[in-house]
């Protein structure tokens, strides 16, 4: 049987694996980006919090991801349900990027701009809202484009510990030694984070400040 | 405040000018004001200056003297370290920092335009932190447009669509945008080419005759400072060496002053004389 005639027989299920997938990557993104982003401009606007915030975020990545699922396990709600573990743990991984471009974009904006901005009475939130965020919103949403390209790599651990996604194929094929099911559920996985990546990509460009 | 003297001293010298009253009201005011970095390096010292109504105060030095100092601490983007700055006879550490700058008008080298507004929400961003309504603003922008010798038409591009020339002449149109009596400029026109800078000098002056703010300038040029300013404050090392008139600062024997207007001739096969009739001649000053 090959790949094709594999994915063509189960459809069905390759639909439900990759939609929990994106749902893995999707929800933990969004909340990297939630927690992300505040922490970035935290750490912009105020360099005693960069060490920290940046340090804590580095050293997260320094975790290996199958065993930040293994320590995730005993937590008490959490450990209940695979998929809680799983989006924690991918939320944590993708917030050093969003982090570190959110901080790099609002501090790479045009000195001359904020200063001008400050001269004429704009406030610390206006220019926040009105003038750092909308000029670093590319190196924001670069930082973001990173964030789930890794975590569609990573998420296909997941299945590991039983939270579903396309990981399932994976290591289903790695314990029948089927290269087959390995691919069926690589090659999705690989298609979801070259799209993403692409998509990403063009609405970065798009939002790159002229 | 009739018959007021106002003196303006460093280091033993005291320049003392029999001023009269209705323009003789400082608008800003430097009251002992120093400037001192947290590391401890002094910016700025014992700086004692009044800027009236309807003057253009040029404040002239090399980098590092300063200027910009003096500037920033008019609208509170640096607040002292001793001393206080009155604008409008009030103290400016005592007021809202917001409003005070709304009532200010700022322009910079290089305008300091927002890249990812158009010209029109450029010009419209005071007034409309200041709460004006929407058509009211766009018939000011179109104004202001007019005022600077810009187009109608440029209102709907970007920042990057416009030479330098037409970026610094929407950068004042900015600052004029709320009316503010006071304007504040650091070296508007230092970025610019020789040719466009002569020419946006000699348009902000007959701006200045027609709106009468009170503008403190920044620069490092002589030749802008005898142009545009009504009085000239030299700046050395933190320190306000002399305030004088521009014919006044021709004919200084400070010794600073001596060595700008020693480099401001330049060709000695030119007389001093000749340059400073040109000069005054070119600023319509009889």
Known sequence: MNLFHFLSQNYDQVVELTLEHLWLVGISTLLAVLIGV???????????????????????????????????????????????????????????????????????????????????????????????????????????RVAVVVSVGLATIAAAIGAGGLGEFIFRGLAMVNNQLILAGAIPAALLA???????????????PR | MHGQRLQIG??????????????????????DVAYVLPNGRELLGGLNLRVRRGETVVLLGRSGSGKTTSLKLINRLLSPSAGQVFVNSVDNGATDVIQLRRGIGYVIQEAGLFPHYSIEKNI?????????REDRIKQRVQEMLQLVGLESDIA?????????????????????????????????FGALDALTRDQLQREFRALQQRLNKTVVFVTHDLREALRLGSRIALM???????????????????????????????????????????????RGVQ
């Open chain 2, 10 to 31: 460093y280091a033993g010298r005291t320049f003392e000018n029999v001023e009269n009253t209705s323009s003789n009201t400082p608008v800003i005011e430097f009251r």
């Open chain 2, 236 to 282: 050395e090392a933190g320190k306000l060496r002399l305030v004088v008139t521009p014919e006044e600062f021709m004919k200084s024997s400070d010794p600073l002053a001596s060595a700008y207007v020693q480099a401001f001739v330049g060709d000695e096969s030119i007389s001093v004389g000749s340059i400073k009739d040109a000069s005054i001649k070119d």
């Open chain 2, 124 to 132: 419209g961003l005071v007034p409309k932190l200041k709460g004006w």
């Open chain 1, 194 to 208: 070259l799209g993403a990546d692409f998509g990403l990509g063009w609405l970065e460009k798009s939002l790159r």
């Open chain 1, 38 to 144: 505040p922490l970035g401009i935290l750490s912009a606007r105020h360099p005693l919090w960069n060490r920290p915030v940046l340090g804590s975020a580095n050293l997260i990545q320094t975790v290996p991801s199958l065993a930040l699922f293994g320590f995730l396990l005993p937590v008490p709600w959490l450990g209940e349900r695979a998929d809680r573990i799983a989006i924690l743990a991918l939320t944590l991984y993708a917030l050093l990027p969003v982090i570190r471009n959110t901080y790099t974009g609002i501090r790479g904006v045009d000195p001359a701009v904020v200063e001008a901005g400050r001269g004429m009475g704009l406030t610390d939130r206006q220019l926040l809202m009105q003038v750092e965020l909308p000029l670093a919103l590319n190196v924001i949403f670069s930082g973001i």
């Open chain 2, 156 to 188: 709907s591009r970007f920042p990057h669509q416009l030479s330098g020339g037409q970026r610094q002449r929407v950068g004042v149109a900015r600052a004029l945008a709320a009316d503010p009596e006071i304007l504040l400029m650091d070296e508007p």
